[in-house]
């Protein structure tokens, strides 16, 4: 079983240095792409320096920058592997069901993360896309 809101101090963190390294190495960016894959247990940050997300077809792989920092989450991907993965997010558990493909696990880490990026935002001041892999789940903050 994964509670979401205990990984969510270690995906700020992620976020936040994959934004200072980001300016100490590059300099100045004008947009974030936060790309997932929760079934394989990795966050990735993208970003763009001249590109705007619309520019890349809101799309992390096509960011001018991409895959600058990867976080793996092998306690996600351990999870997924079992015969009935659970998740626990906002005190509603979802079992996932294999039978139903895999944007039902999507939709749960999908707004896991839109609001741990909403927890970030304040501090953020460029837009962020939020896509998850082989997904309909995405969206612009």
Do not use: R
């Not at 609001?115 to 460029?126: A, E, F, Q, Y």
């Amino acid at each position: 079983m994964i509670i979401l809101e205990d990984e969510q101090e270690k995906i700020i963190d992620f976020i936040t240095d994959s934004i200072e390294t980001f300016k100490i190495q590059k300099g100045k960016f004008n947009s974030i792409g936060i790309y997932c894959c929760p079934w394989a247990g990795w966050i990735s940050t993208s970003f763009n320096i001249v590109k705007s997300i619309p520019d890349t077809s809101y799309n992390c792989p096509d960011f001018e920058i991409v895959e600058f920092k990867l976080l793996e989450l092998e306690k996600w991907s351990e999870e997924y592997e079992k015969e009935t993965p659970t998740y626990i997010f906002e005190g509603k558990t979802t079992v996932f069901n294999f039978d139903l493909g895999d944007e039902a696990i999507n939709e749960v880490f999908f707004k896991f993360l839109s609001s741990t990026i909403l927890n970030l935002k304040k501090d953020i001041k460029v837009n962020v896309l939020l896509q998850m892999l082989d997904s309909k789940f995405l969206k612009v903050f």
